[in-house]
Structures are given as structure tokens and as C-alpha cells.
RNA sequence: GCGGACGUGGCGGAACGGUAGACGCAACGGACUUAAAAUCCGUUGGGCGAAAGCCCGUGAGGGUUCGACUCCCUCCGUCCGCACCA
């Protein structure tokens, strides 16, 4: 709101007044004295606020919060403006509709910011919610804002602490050692994106790896379920299936055991178990690879001292894309052989290598070079031998050999087995049938499904995030605290001059008193990885006071969220933790069903030009301006070098501010511009010609609306069913019947088109000072149009509906319906082709028989000519659409 | 490397397999004005033509079809996700 608009409650101009002035003059439309009263308006009205009610249907749309940075960002603007058009129009359309909003507010950000500007992250953080509220309460969104909820209010985390306990009881938590990226100098545990080209991103300091005792939730334990309940989500985006369905990574394959001997053939008490989805190329093994953390590998390093030197250079290596290409397959060998299981006499050698990962299958693998280019890499360095099993069925079994290029065949049925045993001439499922079932006869291993999602870590050894509920005790161990004792709260009396967790070096806080056994005991200190906040938000919001995490009657009414809206970067990470931990809420009774988004829809980004000077600083776009067709500097009149579009970021200031934007030309432009030409899906241009335009549009309709209002009632003495009539009344509701069906399906851009189309037809209707049509049908299309653009540009619809003389708000009345009558048109303009090159057209009786059309067309000049005297071979009539004549 | 999406005027983009370019932006011409802004009217894919109209045209090439931006195959390009996952 602006402050202009906010000082304003109540206060508005006569419209009496506004006549006067001139009975012929129209003002021109103000957003700043309009937008701020008709916020007050629905505030005051409580229009807004909702309550669970058996007797409607409900629709719970719900974009995804934001993180409260201190400002929103136009990425925002596009986000709730879309949630806001759904949320309006559903209430229209006779829903019961819930539309919250609230604050992802844990996280890094605040705790940065405390250290830099020496602010309390508490405080930091609700400062910047309050700015937050008030820019999106300026953007006239239609929340429910009693429902406000923010995750790091004691009265939303202590929920999240109770249904943390429930899942440890449920057995859905575990505790164990895990490697972390540790930040030596800020003393943290850093997620994988925080590690760049392996430093710290804050520290610069090089990363380390450490192995912590981490809190987990056991996401893997719904591996499979997660990924075959997406085949049901069938309103999600495709592409976000098929992300998480490789994120979770299923492969079929085998787990079995190889018996290992030393050197001198000796058997050793420990097999070495693989897996591999390829066992029918185990005649192509010719060595076994172990990652350097498998557990062989640390024994052996006591031996081996190059082992653990071998072991630092591998984790040095890091993870980054080049990294891993640039990174040549290098190994030790371990000095122990394993015994092929298929072949007598036939022993392997063991190596430990750099490419294999511990975090997958067993941590090691059999290599088969011919069928593996990893693999055959490696051969080639160590001078194995690569032994080719599986060949295409045109190849020579004796000469088929491997080059540079390991044979991965692509197309199973063009290929057969060789050099393999009892397995030779079998296609390549036979053979992994063959060897599965061998395998599992003679007791050394079992088909295995792996996965490769891994368990949530959600420790995080930071201050500003929610206390996990345990205290260690020496003598109990990891002991739940007592529910009667939560919230376990964050401490405020922290200090951030140092490094590491405050938590950690707080003089009490820690200091407890074990609950099992009454010794002295300490408090876990790391605190929830964010996500876990973001992951059950949308169930606290049905009953946001709620006494218990959820409320079983609100949550069973609203749930699951009709439409989730947000960017696609939260394709995996929030959308897959919230899909799990509704399944765990719902295993602890707290949910009674598993899928929390029956439908979703992923946004795209607001992008921007890039302004930079010839020496490289980027320029923001209000400091640029366009001279002669190209773009200078405001203040120093350089030329700018102008950049591709891209996402608007902070780095690049290819910014521009919502509040500018929303003080300058009004909240409802900026919401008709991000909705307009753009499909909501793909990345949208801000710039500055379509604002202006979005603004001149309002401005046009505001002039058609104040001079509809204005006409006499009824001069003409025409019908309101004369033929000029019945068309404009067709297009009204032939625009609405599409609008409403383009808003359902979120193609709001089309929607904007057809509203376009509806205000040019009524301008046009209005124009001829003679012959136009009665006052009735133009008011009828007028306020048929304000309401279909009332979702997008609320405001403007309320002013406009008062213009109009309508009673109330428009954000009480009922979305209209389209007389069926006037959908259907009763002629119909077809195409006449002739041999498929479209040669006239023709206006018909709509539903005219086949044989009727068709001797109209055959009659037509244009055909005729055309057809060059040739003979007609067929005509096709496809009723209402298209006649083709083919001849030759 | 694997998986996916997308290529349409100067630009953003429309188009159940059925009249390609709706609607918007930009540009150009005109009206109004002393002038500008604002507004209004008109033109705007390319080519030929006085016009009627004809030809070409949805990344390239092929195919299916009476008919293809749309379906199938091959290729080129752009973007996104994942990635030593055995």
C-alpha cells in the first residue's frame, strides 16, 4: 500500500463531485487513491477469511511461501498474482477457498546478517516479515491474513519438535555417522550447494570431509512408494515426475559376494560383496574395485599407507561436473584376488579406485571393461585384460573386440552373448535371468532393488532453525525430551563474535539434566535443516491456532491443496520432502492421507535485459535509458552494453522493484502485465513498454466503463435481439464461456487475449453514434467484462463495478454463466480447400448435411476456377469446419 | 554420457490433425493539436500484381494424410534437470 493510499480509510471522491467537475470529462483512472480504500474495503469486510464448511465445496490454493529476505521480489509479484486469479475466481465460481499465506523464515540469511550488521536474527527476521506483509497486502491479494503463520514462531516449531518425537517412536528417525562438507573456518556442516569448486562459499577455506553423527529422517524407506505414487499425480507437470523419478533412481539388479584370497591363495574370512545391475557380463569381469571409504579400504590402509594418501586425493577431488570429467580413473591395488563364482581357477585382482562411490550399492563393484567405459579406463591404465561377452549377432564371436569405446548395447534385441560359458548365444535379459537364478541357488547373493535416494540428513549445526528435541546422556544415551516439556526453545541471549553454533558455546542453554535417569546430561544442539518447516506447512494452515500440529476435522476438509504454485527449482528437494513427510505424519496419525498437492504447477522466472558499462560493472534498468535507440548511462551518459535477458538477480541488478513498480503505475498493472502474452510456464521479459501498455489498457477500459455508465437508458428504440445485438451478446458470452475455461486451466495469457478481444468489440459497439446497440446490452457486456478481469486486476474491477451502479463488491458476487443460447452459433464460416489449398470460404447453416455442403461448394467460382477443369475424385466435409475438394 | 522440453512475423506469443500468425508490444502512415504528450483511425510474414488474385512460408530433410505448426523418422540448434549410480 502506498503511504498516500494508506492514510486514506474511508476517504474517497464523491462520485457526484467527479461528475460535476464535467459532465462530458472522464478523469483518468488513479490506482493510488483507488487501490489503497478498496484493500481497507475488503479487510474491514473480512472478505477474505475463511472457515471450514461441510456444506461447500472446498479449494485450498496455495503458493509456495517465501523466505523473508525484507523485500518481494518481482518473482513473487508473478507467483501470488497467479494463486491470487485462482483464489478470486473459485470464490466467484461458489467455493469455499482457502488462501493462506506465511514465512519460510529459519535459515542462514538471518544468522549472515547478524554477524554483518550485529542484528539479532529475531529481530532481523520479523522486521523483514512486516516489510514483506506490507508490500504483498499493496499487491491486493486475496489472503485469508488471520491464518499468518511464520516457522520460526515457538507456537509453529514446538508442533514440528511433537511430530519429530512421533516419528523417532514410529521408527522413522535414526541417528548415524555420515560424511559432511565441514567449513573449518565457520565451523559448519555446508550442504553440497554451498561448496563450490570445493571451498567454502562464505570462507573461501578449503572443505573438508568429517564424518558426523547426524540426525536422519528415513525418506528411503518410502524409496519405492514415492516413486510409484507419482504415475497418480497425474496433475503434475511431467517433467517434475520424471525429475523426481530420477532423483530416486531405481535400478534392478544384484547383490552377491565374491570369496577373496591374498596373494599366495589363501582365503580370507571376509567375501566382498558387490551389486550391479549387468550380471550378465560376468564372464567380462577381469578385477573387483572397492571405493576407498569401504570399509576393506580402512583396514587395509593400516597395511598400506599410501591407502590413506590415496583416499585424501580421491576426496580432494570433489564433485564438480569438470572435476569428474577432468578426473583420470586411477586405483590401488590391494594386493588380494577374487575368486570368479562361474569360472574355476579364475581369480580377479582387487583394487581400491577412485571412481567407485560408497554411497551406492556396496561400495564396490566387479569390473567388466568390454561393457563399461569407466571400467575399460581403467583396464587400459592397469593393463587388464578387457574380454568382450555380449557382441552384436552380426559380429564374429572370434575377432568381436573392444577399441577406445566400451560396447553398451543400446538395442537389446541386435545383441548376444559370447566368450560367457553356458550363457553363450543368450540374449542379454536370459543371461541375467541365468546368472540371478544361479546366484540365488547357490546362496551367495539375491536380486536387489537400489535406489539411489539417500536418507535425509537434517542436522544442521546452526543457530536460527528449530531445536531438535533430544538430550544426550552419558549413561542413556540420545533421550527424547519429554513432551510436557516442549517447545524446547531458542535461546535469545546469543552472541555471534565468533565462529560455529551459538547453541553449541551458550553458558546453560545446553546444560540439562538427563530425563531418563536425572544425571547431568546436554542438549542436542544442531537445529532442523529448513526444509523440514517448508515440509508440513501446508497442513498447519488449515488450522493455524491449532493445540496439536493439525487439526484432524479442518485438515480432512481442506486437504490436499487443490493447486500448488511455485518455481520449478523446488522440483526435487521441497516437493519431495513434503511428499514424504506427509506419508509420515500420516503413518503417526496426524494426516489421514499421503499426497499433499493433488495438483501443481510450476511457474517460470521474471527475466531481464542486463545493463553493463564498457568496463564490465552492471548497471540497474531505472539507471539506464533509451536514447536513439540504444541505451545510455543516466547519470553519466555512457553507453551501456546491452545483455541477454536473464533471470533477475541482485549480481546482475537486472532488478526492478515491485514497490516502485506498484507505487508508480498500481498494483493491479503489475499484476495484468505478469499475467499477459507470457503462458504462465515459461520465463517472462519485464519491460518497461508492456508495463506501459498493461497501464494504458486499464486506462482505455476505464473510459469504456465510465462512458457505458453514462449512456441514457435505452434512446434507440432497438431490441436487445436485433441481429447487431445478438452478435455483441454472442461475444460476451462466448468470451466468457472461454475466459472461465482459460482460468480453470491456467492459460491466463489467453485469458487476457479474449478480454481484449470483449473490450475492443465493446469499444467498436459503442462507437457509431447511429445504429449502435441499446444501452442494456452494452451494460451487460461491461459488467460481464469487469467481472471476468476482476481476478487479475481487483481494484480496478471494484471501481469499475461502482461505476457501473452495481450493488456491492465485485468480490462478493457470483461468477456469471453464459447463456448456452448464445454459445452456439447458428452459421458457421468454413474454409473451401481444393486439393488441400484453402480457395474460398463459406458462411453456412450450421449442421448442414454433408451432401448440402457439398454441392454449395462445388458451385463456388473460386472452386471452379481452381479445379481447372479436372475431374472431382472426393469431397471431403468435415460438418461446421472444412470442405475439401480433391480432383486430379 | 543419461533424461526431458522447445524451435512460428522485428518481439512476446495464438492455432480440437481442418482458413497459420488471434491478442499484445514495437514500427510506420493519418486525424486531433500552435506543438508535444495523450487519444482515435489505419497498415504491418515474404514475393508478384493496378486489382481480383496467385506463389512461398511454422529450424532442415523425409514420411503418414483429402489436409500437418500439430502425428512418425533422421538431422541441426537452444534451454533445463541429473550424472563416475556399477
Not at 477500459?701 to 462512458?707: G, P
Amino acid at each position: 500500500m502506498t503511504e498516500l493510499a494508506a492514510s486514506f480509510k474511508y476517504w474517497y471522491p464523491n462520485p457526484a463531485t467527479l461528475e460535476q467537475t464535467s459532465p462530458m470529462a472522464i478523469e483518468r483512472y488513479n490506482h493510488r487513491t483507488s487501490e489503497g480504500y478498496w484493500q481497507q474495503r475488503w479487510t474491514d469486510e473480512k472478505a477474505f477469511e475463511t472457515a471450514a464448511d461441510s456444506a461447500r465445496p472446498k479449494y485450498y490454493v496455495l503458493e509456495m511461501f517465501p523466505y523473508p529476505s525484507g523485500r518481494i521480489h518481482m518473482g513473487h509479484v508473478r507467483n501470488y498474482t497467479m494463486g491470487d486469479v485462482l483464489a478470486r475466481y473459485m470464490r466467484a465460481r461458489g467455493y469455499n477457498v482457502l488462501h493462506p499465506m506465511g514465512w519460510d523464515a529459519f535459515g542462514m540469511p538471518a544468522e549472515n546478517a547478524a554477524i554483518e550488521k550485529d542484528v539479532h536474527p529475531k529481530a532481523w527476521t520479523y522486521e523483514n516479515i512486516a516489510a514483506m506483509r506490507r508490500q504483498l497486502q499493496s499487491m491486493g491479494l486475496s489472503i485469508d491474513w488471520s491464518r499468518e503463520i511464520a516457522t520460526c514462531d515457538p507456537s509453529y516449531y514446538r508442533h514440528e519438535q511433537e511430530m519429530f518425537l512421533d516419528f523417532l517412536a514410529a521408527g522413522l528417525v535414526e541417528r548415524k555417522v555420515s560424511q559432511v562438507n565441514w567449513d573449518p573456518v565457520d565451523q559448519t556442516v555446508l550442504a553440497n550447494e554451498q561448496v563450490i569448486d570445493g571451498r567454502g562459499w562464505r570462507s573461501g577455506a578449503p572443505v573438508e570431509k568429517r564424518e558426523l553423527a547426524q540426525w536422519f529422517l528415513k525418506i528411503t524407506d518410502y524409496s519405492d512408494e514415492l516413486l510409484t505414487a507419482l504415475d497418480r499425480l497425474d496433475k503434475w507437470p511431467e517433467k517434475v515426475r520424471l525429475m523426481q523419478q530420477n532423483w530416486i533412481g531405481r535400478s534392478e539388479g544384484v547383490r552377491f559376494r565374491f570369496e577373496l584370497e591374498d596373494a599366495e591363495g589363501k582365503s580370507l574370512d571376509q567375501p566382498l560383496y558387490v551389486y550391479t545391475t549387468r550380471h550378465d557380463t560376468i564372464f567380462g569381469a577381469t578385477f573387483c574395485a572397492i571405493s576407498p571409504d569401504h570399509e576393506l579400504s580402512k583396514t587395509l590402509s593400516l597395511r598400506f599407507p599410501e591407502l590413506a594418501a590415496f583416499k585424501r586425493e580421491t576426496e580432494a577431488l570433489g564433485t564438480s561436473e569438470e572435476a569428474i570429467e577432468r578426473a583420470e580413473k586411477k586405483g590401488i591395488f590391494l594386493g588380494l584376488y577374487a575368486r570368479h563364482p562361474f569360472r574355476q581357477n579364475v581369480r580377479i585382482p582387487v583394487y581400491a579406485a577412485n571412481f567407485v562411490l560408497m554411497s551406492y550399492g556396496e561400495g564396490a563393484i566387479f569390473g567388466c571393461p568390454a561393457h563399461d567405459q569407466r571400467d575399460l579406463e581403467f583396464a587400459r591404465k592397469y593393463n587388464l585384460p578387457v574380454i568382450p561377452v555380449v557382441a552384436p549377432v552380426a559380429a564374429n564371436p572370434r575377432t568381436f573386440a573392444i577399441a577406445d569405446v566400451a560396447f553398451l548395447d543400446k538395442d537389446e534385441s541386435d545383441v548376444v552373448l559370447i566368450n560367457s560359458d553356458f550363457l553363450n548365444g543368450m540374449s542379454v535379459a536370459e543371461a541375467k535371468e541365468e546368472i540371478a537364478r544361479r546366484i540365488e541357488a547357490r546362496g551367495i547373493g539375491k536380486r536387489k532393488i537400489n535406489y539411489r535416494l539417500r536418507d535425509w540428513g537434517v542436522s544442521r549445526q546452526r543457530y536460527w532453525g528449530c531445536p531438535i528435541p533430544i538430550i544426550h546422556c552419558q549413561r542413556c544415551g540420545t533421550v527424547p525430551v519429554p513432551r510436557e516439556n516442549l517447545p524446547v526453545l531458542l535461546p535469545e541471549d546469543v552472541t555471534f563474535d565468533q565462529p560455529g553454533n551459538p547453541l553449541a558455546r551458550h553458558p546453560t542453554w545446553k546444560h540439562v539434566s538427563c530425563p531418563s535417569c536425572g544425571g547431568a546430561a546436554e542438549r542436542e544442539t544442531d537445529t532442523f535443516d529448513t526444509f523440514v518447516d517448508s515440509s508440513w506447512y501446508f497442513a498447519r494452515f488449515c488450522a493455524p491456532q491449532f493445540e496439536r500440529p493439525t487439526d484432524k476435522a479442518a485438515v480432512n476438509y481442506w486437504m490436499p491443496v487443490d493447486q500448488y504454485i511455485g518455481g520449478v527449482e523446488h522440483a526435487i528437494l521441497h516437493l519431495l520432502y513434503s511428499r514424504f513427510f506427509t506419508r509420515a505424519m500420516h503413518r503417526t496419525g496426524h494426516i489421514a492421507l499421503d499426497e499433499p498437492f493433488a495438483s501443481l504447477f510450476t511457474q517460470g522466472m521474471v527475466i531481464h535485459t542486463t545493463f553493463r558499462t564498457r568496463e564490465g560493472a552492471w548497471v540497474l534498468p531505472s539507471e539506464a535509458i533509451e536514447k536513439d535507440k540504444s541505451w545510455v548511462h543516466a547519470e553519466t551518459g555512457e553507453e551501456l552494453i546491452i545483455g541477454p535477458a536473464e533471470k533477475m538477480s541482485k549480481s546482475k541488478k537486472n532488478v526492478v522493484d515491485p514497490e516502485s513498480i506498484i507505487d508508480r503505475y498500481g498494483a493491479d498493472t503489475a499484476r495484468w502485465f505478469m499475467l499477459s502474452d507470457t503462458p504462465p510456464e515459461r520465463d517472462i521479459e519485464w519491460t518497461e513498454s508492456g508495463v506501459a501498455g498493461a497501464w494504458r489498457f486499464i486506462q482505455r477500459v476505464w473510459r469504456l466503463v465510465n462512458e457505458i455508465a453514462r449512456l441514457p437508458a435505452d434512446t434507440s428504440g432497438r431490441s436487445v435481439d436485433d441481429a447487431a445485438s445478438e452478435a455483441l451478446r454472442r461475444a460476451i458470452h462466448q468470451s466468457l464461456h472461454a475466459v472461465s475455461l482459460d482460468i480453470e486451466g491456467l492459460r491466463f495469457n489467453r485469458a487476457i487475449a479474449r478480454i481484449y478481444e470483449l473490450a475492443n468489440a465493446l469499444t467498436s459497439a459503442l462507437a457509431p453514434a447511429e445504429g449502435g446497440v441499446p444501452t442494456a446490452v452494452l451494460r451487460e457486456g461491461a459488467i460481464i467484462l469487469v467481472q471476468m478481469f476482476a481476478p487479475m486486476m481487483p481494484h480496478f474491477a471494484e471501481e469499475s463495478w461502482r461505476i457501473l451502479g452495481q450493488p456491492g463488491l465485485v468480490v462478493h458476487a457470483t461468477w456469471p454463466v453464459p447463456e448456452a443460447r448464445l454459445l452456439a452459433e447458428e452459421t458457421v464460416t468454413i474454409a473451401v480447400q481444393v486439393n488441400g489449398r484453402r480457395r474460398d470460404e463459406v458462411t453456412l447453416r450450421r449442421g448442414l448435411p454433408a451432401e448440402e455442403v457439398e454441392s454449395i461448394v462445388l458451385k463456388l467460382d473460386n472452386v471452379r476456377r481452381a479445379m481447372d477443369g479436372k475431374q472431382v475424385r472426393k469431397v471431403i466435409v468435415v460438418p461446421d469446419r472444412i470442405a475439401n475438394v480433391v480432383v486430379g
